[in-house]
């Protein structure tokens, strides 16, 4: 968008290189009147996009009252208090990606507004039919991919998991699907690699756990602009999958909280089928123009910048 940015804080990642402007400024940290103030004041700043914890710590909010920018950020935690007057829809913004999260959060005036994630290296080449299945996030209960091996193996599919194992036990309980043959367990991926994984499966398949909120899931754009259309497994309406897809990207399956979970997965094992039959040229071009990072930093950015 022609913005000029600069990265306020410590710099715990080295693999940005030299492009980026660096200041290791922590706003709750400056003292009132201090030169560092001084010089943040000085800079200038339209618009600072923050993590959702910041506008609630008045130490920080003392420092950015005296910036006069705007604040725009992303609601990723389904369960974090916000201050009562963190937020006032105008100079001070929260984003939310569902209609569950902008419920949970309407104290605050949430904007609809759907999640862009991008990182380093992971432009995305032109779309391939696909061949096997592919999940991807961190694996553990809140997650649930043995939902996704289950469905697999009623299709008599092969399926990848791409992820970092966070919980030993949860892998231990479903070893029996996770060291089944049909599964390839890839481990954490990034970069090229993850792009790749996601291109060259027919269908991504997406779960979480029934009790779990998915604040604003990744993965959605990062299949969709990758051409790989969605199978979602759901437990209640309006949920990130029914935000993020429609009829031409993906399918969506409801089922009851008290479902069992052969049939949860029996049902996501049709979402699977019907998903396959969607065009990856047209999911593509629909993800590009949805999961748009121009775009999305656009809507953020609602004026503050010119």
Partial sequence: MGA???LLGPGWLTDLGNDWVRKPARLEDITSGSLAERELRSTGYDLLVV???YPS???WTRTWNQLDCDVATFQHSPVFQHAEAAFDAKRSRLYCYSPEMIERYADHQPIPELAVHLGLDEEEPPTVAGKDLVWLGRIDEEKAPHLAVRAAQILGR???IVGPVFDDAYVRRHERLFSADNVKLVGELGGPAKT???RDASVFVYTYARTYVEAGAAVFGESLRAGTPMAALTWREGTCAEAALCDQTGVVTVAAPDEDDETAAELLAIAIEQAEDLKHTEVQSIGMDRFDPARHFKAMSAGSCS
């Fill in 51 to 53: 993590g959702h914890e």
């Fill in 196 to 198: 790749a994984a996601i």
């Fill in 4 to 6: 000029d940015v600069h």
């Fill in 158 to 160: 092969r399926i990848q």
């Fill in 57 to 59: 710590l008045p130490a």
